[in-house]
């Protein structure tokens, strides 16, 4: 792989009553408006005649639905969602989940909610940076993963340091670099004085209140009801209905088995296909980062539409302040030497909807990706050795991608009308505040 190639680089739901004809439980009708993708469109905002498209207001203020369906319907082509006995599913809990997942004043200076990272209009991932920002412009080194189908992850985070989700969300929340939270103390006193809570813990966990184990279990359930299966290649592949995709779809998928070998990783089962193997691999995309084979002098950057300007790369990292450039990925969890640059391997289904691409965000279209592996990655010692040169020709190419289109979720626009729906939560008057009535006991 040479380094010039970086260079370049209905609301409706119907339950089926016939298993035979129909091997999901649920399918849903398209929203006849399309939320996924940036609400301010800049699709054409390299010219300078550059006229806007962004989706009105109006037509983005959301619908609420009933997500718990989606955790106990089994969807085409998805596995039914294995609930922990500890935190059993309900309403009450994803509800409360959902309303933390998006308020702000979750973080150290009440600007950033786990929203505005897994922003549910870009496939709950971020569509508009590499990486992730926290509080105060902080910079991260990796990039923000989708949590759609995040339920059937047996490791989460891009190196696997976690295992649960309920355990998950804390790490955000205290993280330096994202919501900048002083500790569990601080956060769990803060919810108690944010006026409205209290009853809110107590309908989704009677009479145990509001404690690090509770907040962990609703954002977790919250979570775990975002599920997004029954696509056209589910319709398709399972539902043996021969019309729902195209021939070019059909070949490449061929590929996506064959040549490309892509299943490798991405696994497809017989009754189901999550696309992913739970584990890590080295594509050598970290190797080829810790050992400075992707710098550049300068980077293009877009003032306006048809405005660009180069900036050195020197300027661009004197105001990041995750100055650690070296992620050797699951190395610095388990500190092996042979887990140097492994990386977990993502799920693929509604990959359209989730770029950028790679643990670090370095590659913007599916094109980029594919042609990565075409060319077999990066060489180095510890590279998979599923990693090889394809040889796709450009046809080949192409039905891989409509293949990998295929495979957004039918309910999609429900679980983003659903999430646009959901007030943020905002600093008021009545909350604890240095600048308010109530603080958070230090004036007292």
Request: charged share 25%.
């Given at each position: 792989m040479s380094e010039k190639f970086f260079?370049?680089?209905?609301?409706?739901?119907?339950?089926?009553?016939i298993p035979l004809l129909f091997l999901s439980k649920i399918s849903a009708e398209e929203e006849s408006i399309n939320l996924s993708g940036p609400g301010d469109n800049k699709e054409g905002y390299?010219?300078?005649?550059?006229?806007?498209?962004?989706?009105?207001?109006?037509?983005?203020?959301?619908?609420?639905?009933?997500?718990?369906?989606?955790?106990?319907?089994?969807?085409?082509?998805?596995?039914?969602?294995k609930v922990p006995d500890s935190n059993p599913i309900s309403r009450e809990k994803i509800e409360l989940g959902k309303k933390l997942f998006f308020?702000?004043?979750?973080?150290?200076?009440?600007?950033?909610?786990?929203?505005?990272?897994?922003?549910p209009e870009q496939g709950f991932t971020n569509n508009e940076i590499k990486t992730a920002v926290g509080v105060e412009g902080r910079s991260n080194l990796r990039n923000t993963p989708t949590l759609i189908n995040i339920a059937f992850s047996k490791f989460l985070f891009h190196d696997?340091?976690?295992?649960?989700?309920?355990?998950?969300?804390?790490?955000?929340?205290?993280?330096?670099?994202?919501?900048?939270?002083?500790s569990f103390g601080f956060t769990i006193r803060k919810l108690e004085l944010i006026p409205g809570y209290k009853e809110l813990f107590d309908k989704a966990f009677p009479g145990q209140g509001i404690n690090m184990e509770n907040f962990g279990k609703a954002i977790a359930s919250y979570e775990r009801s975002l599920i997004s299966g029954n696509s056209k290649f589910d319709k398709w592949y399972y539902g043996k209905d021969e019309s729902a995709v195209n021939e070019k779809v059909k070949k490449g998928f061929d590929i996506f088995m064959g040549k490309g070998n892509c299943s490798g990783c991405h696994n497809v089962g017989i009754?189901?296909?999550?696309?992913?193997?739970?584990?890590?691999?080295?594509?050598?995309?970290?190797?080829?980062?810790s050992m400075g084979l992707l710098k550049n002098k300068k980077t293009r950057v877009q003032l306006a539409p048809g405005e660009y300007v180069d900036v050195d790369d020197n300027i661009i990292k004197s105001v990041n302040?995750?100055?650690?450039?070296?992620?050797?990925?699951?190395?610095?969890?388990?500190?092996?030497?042979?887990?140097?640059?492994?990386?977990?391997?993502?799920?693929?289904?509604n990959i359209?909807?989730?770029?950028?691409?790679?643990?670090?965000?370095?590659?913007?279209?599916?094109?980029?990706?594919?042609?990565?592996?075409?060319?077999?990655g990066f060489q180095n010692e510890l590279l998979s050795p599923m990693i090889k040169k394809l040889n796709l020709s450009l046809n080949e190419k192409n039905n891989l991608k409509l293949f990998l289109e295929a495979l957004v979720g039918e309910n999609i626009n429900i679980l983003i009308a659903d999430a646009i729906s959901t007030p943020v939560g905002d600093l008021t008057?009545?909350?604890?505040?240095?600048?308010n009535n109530t603080d958070m006991g230090y004036n007292k």
């Open positions: 260079e370049t680089k209905k609301l409706k739901i119907f339950v089926f009553l390299d010219s300078s005649s550059y006229v806007t498209n962004s989706l009105s207001l109006e037509h983005r203020k959301g619908k609420k639905a009933d997500l718990i369906k989606y955790v106990t319907i089994k969807q085409l082509g998805l596995p039914l969602v308020d702000r004043r979750l973080s150290l200076n009440n600007t950033v909610s786990c929203g505005m990272c897994h922003v696997a340091r976690e295992y649960s989700l309920e355990n998950q969300v804390w790490q955000p929340v205290l993280a330096h670099t994202e919501m900048a939270m002083p009754k189901s296909a999550l696309f992913f193997d739970d584990k890590l691999h080295n594509t050598g995309i970290g190797y080829a980062e302040q995750q100055k650690k450039m070296n992620d050797l990925g699951l190395y610095t969890i388990t500190e092996n030497p042979s887990h140097r640059w492994l990386f977990k391997t993502p799920g693929l289904r359209s909807l989730t770029a950028p691409y790679m643990h670090n965000g370095i590659f913007s279209s599916l094109d980029e990706v594919i042609d990565f592996y075409n060319e077999g008057k009545e909350d604890p505040n240095w600048a």
